[in-house]
């Protein structure tokens, strides 16, 4: 509330929370990934008008994965942290999204990455 009042109750300097909960699904000619993904951090909106906005979110998460190929099948539990960017299109309570993800993938002994482009559609409650 302090800093509400110090930059005002609508400052775009003051992120949200953002709480995602999704499915990814990755294939390649060597490997099938997949399983839910759970993900919670900080959003900040930028408005361009009263329907268009820019967003940015950075978040710590959760994902089950799952793996088959020929050779090999296993499930495991990965700590995520993401990061995106995008254009969201806001109506009432309903919200369109198109934006950039980079995750980070924390294995028991490694670290990966990943990126790519999505879409989606979300509630505001």
Do not use: C
Not at 48 to 56: G, K, L, P, S, V
Request: proline share 3%.
């Amino acid at each position: 509330n302090n800093l509400r009042s110090l930059y005002g109750n609508n400052s775009v300097l003051l992120p949200g929370i953002a709480i995602e909960f999704g499915y990814s699904y990755h294939k390649d000619s060597e490997l099938l990934l997949y399983g839910p993904h759970f993900i919670a951090g900080p959003l900040w909106i930028f408005p361009i008008n009263d329907m268009h906005n820019i967003i940015f979110h950075m978040g710590a998460g959760y994902f089950k994965e799952y793996s088959d190929n020929d050779s090999f099948s296993y499930d495991s539990d990965q700590f995520t942290m993401h990061f995106y960017a995008g254009y969201r299109l806001q109506f009432e309570n309903i919200f369109f999204d198109i934006k950039g993800r980079f995750i980070i993938i924390f294995y028991d002994k490694d670290i990966t990455s990943e990126y790519g482009i999505e879409g989606g559609i979300g509630i505001r409650i």
